[in-house]
């Protein structure tokens, strides 16, 4: 049989004159940005001196690494205070974070404020050293606690430090020699009293602290109960006025505990309100070109906080960075405060009440021709 034949099928026509068709020239491809990695990221800020104290610490203000606690604590206080509500309780705690280590602070440095548009200008603030998070644990609120409801208490009273068997014998000579060891320690820890300093406020005015040595006192395992605390000596019942502090935070309003960093405390101390702060993004004398471009920071970026400590088994108060709102996108959502920026904290409508309240009795008062009113 001969092989059948191929049909071929008829080729389509063209309409383009049997023009050879012109390739278009290709774009040159385009070099990626590198991609950001950790090497690639600023250095984190200095926030210890060789000392092992925060950077820019003041140095007549005791430095602490645990709460203090003032004598005027009673057992039902110390029971609230070492008590966490149940988990499924209307106010549960969270805990802090595992990795937490008593000490200066790593993710936050206290910064002098430059700014003449600061409403704290002159003083010193509380800055990211890097990028934190959204939610991040910041730094631990550290003060004396003590009773919430009491106006007036006495001077600070530090534990006594752990004794080694040199130590005891060493004490035992003193007191032969007619030495008396309570004496030493309050000369040691500096808290007579006598003489005061002028030291930064957090919020930027200028208070007056307790002379004293920076310390690091508490063994960090104690319960701070009444049994670890010496007796107030007659020289360190100073009266002072827990209701003029700019630092009083309530721990637990219905347990009647508070506690108060003006005489002593941690970075902490130095978060300032966010009202009245200049927004970073513009420069002084930046002139606005619409309404959304705010030149004054609207929102604070973190927040108080209390938590619970696992280790020594009480609640505590802690700055944490506020977590991402609903509508964040892209870097927003990755990072709440960005190095260098302020950490910002809103004191509440009350803290303000009572300042204006206390200014327009000050002004009363001067009117009145009262000059001792400060």
């Given at each position: 049989m001969?092989p059948?034949?191929?049909?071929?099928?008829?080729?389509?026509?063209?309409?383009?004159?049997?023009?050879p068709?012109i390739?278009?020239?290709?774009?040159?491809?385009?070099?990626?940005?590198?991609?950001?990695?950790?090497?690639?990221?600023?250095?984190?800020?200095?926030t210890?001196?060789?000392?092992?104290?925060?950077?820019?610490?003041?140095?007549?203000l005791?430095?602490?690494?645990?709460?203090?606690?003032?004598?005027?604590?009673t057992?039902?206080?110390?029971?609230?205070l070492?008590?966490?509500?149940?988990p499924?309780?209307?106010?549960?705690?969270?805990?802090?974070?595992?990795?937490?280590?008593?000490?200066?602070?790593?993710?936050?440095?206290?910064?002098?404020?430059?700014?003449?548009?600061?409403?704290?200008?002159?003083?010193?603030?509380?800055?990211?050293?890097?990028?934190?998070?959204?939610?991040?644990?910041?730094?631990?609120?550290?003060?004396?606690?003590h009773?919430?409801?009491?106006?007036?208490?006495?001077?600070l009273v530090?534990?006594?430090?752990?004794?080694?068997?040199?130590?005891?014998?060493?004490e035992e000579d003193?007191?032969?020699?007619?030495?008396?060891?309570?004496?030493?320690?309050?000369?040691?820890?500096g808290?007579?009293?006598?003489?005061?300093?002028?030291?930064?406020?957090?919020?930027?005015?200028?208070?007056?602290?307790?002379?004293?040595?920076?310390?690091?006192q508490?063994?960090?395992?104690?319960?701070?109960?009444?049994?670890?605390q010496?007796?107030p000596?007659?020289?360190?019942?100073?009266?002072y006025?827990?209701?003029k502090?700019d630092?009083?935070?309530?721990?637990?309003?219905?347990?009647?505990?508070?506690?108060?960093?003006?005489r002593?405390?941690n970075e902490?101390r130095?978060?300032?309100?966010?009202?009245?702060?200049?927004?970073?993004?513009?420069?002084p004398?930046?002139?606005?070109?619409?309404?959304k471009?705010?030149?004054?920071?609207?929102?604070?970026?973190?927040?108080?906080?209390?938590?619970?400590?696992?280790?020594?088994?009480?609640?505590?108060m802690?700055?944490?960075v506020?977590?991402a709102?609903?509508?964040?996108?892209?870097?927003?959502?990755?990072?709440?405060?960005?190095?260098g920026?302020?950490?910002?904290?809103?004191?509440?409508?009350?803290?303000?009440e009572?300042?204006?309240?206390?200014?327009?009795?000050?002004?009363?008062?001067?009117?009145?021709g009262?000059?001792?009113?400060?």
């Open positions: 001969a059948k034949e191929t049909k071929q099928k008829p080729t389509k026509k063209s309409h383009s004159n049997n023009k068709k390739s278009k020239p290709q774009k040159p491809q385009q070099r990626k940005p590198p991609s950001t990695t950790s090497s690639s990221q600023p250095p984190p800020l200095q210890a001196d060789a000392n092992g104290l925060p950077l820019n610490w003041p140095p007549s005791p430095y602490l690494i645990h709460p203090l606690f003032s004598p005027l604590l057992p039902l206080h110390y029971s609230a070492h008590t966490r509500p149940a499924d309780s209307v106010e549960p705690l969270d805990e802090l974070p595992a990795d937490y280590v008593p000490g200066p602070c790593q993710k936050a440095v206290i910064l002098p404020i430059t700014d003449k548009r600061h409403p704290a200008f002159g003083q010193a603030g509380l800055f990211a050293a890097r990028d934190l998070r959204p939610g991040e644990f910041v730094v631990r609120y550290l003060g004396e606690v009773p919430g409801g009491v106006e007036w208490g006495g001077g530090f534990p006594e430090p752990e004794k080694g068997d040199g130590e005891e014998d060493g003193g007191e032969e020699d007619g030495e008396e060891v309570g004496e030493e320690v309050g000369e040691e820890d808290k007579e009293g006598a003489d005061e300093q002028d030291g930064i406020d957090g919020e930027g005015e200028v208070v007056k602290q307790d002379d004293g040595k920076e310390v690091k508490d063994d960090g395992q104690g319960q701070g109960g009444p049994q670890q010496d007796a000596r007659a020289e360190e019942m100073m009266p006025n827990y209701k502090s630092y009083d935070l309530w721990l637990d309003h219905p347990s009647d505990l508070a506690i108060d960093a003006c002593c405390g902490a130095f978060v300032n309100d966010y009202r009245g702060i200049p927004n970073p993004v513009y420069p004398g930046y002139v606005p070109q619409s309404k471009e705010e030149l004054f920071l609207k929102r604070p970026n973190a927040e108080f906080k209390v938590v619970w400590d696992p280790v020594r088994k009480e609640k505590t802690a700055v944490y506020l977590p709102g609903k509508k964040a996108v892209g870097r927003a959502r990755e990072v709440g405060i960005e190095r920026r302020e950490v910002v904290v809103s004191y509440g409508k009350g803290f303000w009572k300042r204006r309240e206390e200014e327009r009795l000050k002004g009363e008062v001067v009117e009145d009262d000059e001792g009113y400060a």
